[in-house]
């Protein structure tokens, strides 16, 4: 089983900058990718970055330039830098980790950028 931990969500104003942390633990063998998703209050989940096992990254239109998904692979811990906030950044983050072919979901830590 696999755990993810996320943290560093909060409220900041727009313009500000929050960096979200996920913590993975448990028994992990072969990571395929992480990524970060958000949900939005009446909105659907949405795919807001990935990381792959060998670095790759990509990015949504609406974050791209702005957010740096990044991983500490000797930690098992992915990061997400958010950077020039907007109020339409305003969601529950979640952690997702794909592990040989099984996806787990962190909890979701809340982020509200204040306009």
């Known amino acids: 089983q696999v755990q993810l931990v996320e943290s560093g969500g909060g409220l900041v104003q727009a313009g500000g900058s929050l960096r979200l942390s996920c913590a993975a633990s448990?028994?992990?063998?072969?990571?395929?990718?992480m990524a970060w998703y958000r949900q939005a209050p009446g909105k659907q989940r949405e795919l807001v970055a990935t990381?792959?096992?060998?670095?790759?990254?990509n990015y949504a239109a609406g974050v791209k330039g702005r957010f740096t998904i990044s991983r500490d692979n000797a930690k098992n811990t992915m990061y997400l830098q958010m950077n020039s906030l907007e109020p339409e950044d305003t969601a529950d983050y979640y952690c997702?980790?794909?592990?040989?072919?099984?996806?787990?979901w962190g909890q979701g830590t809340q982020v509200t950028v204040s306009s």
């Open positions: 990381i792959t096992r060998s670095g790759s990254t």
């Open positions: 997702n980790l794909n592990d040989r072919g099984v996806v787990y």
């Open positions: 448990g028994s992990i063998f072969s990571i395929i990718s």
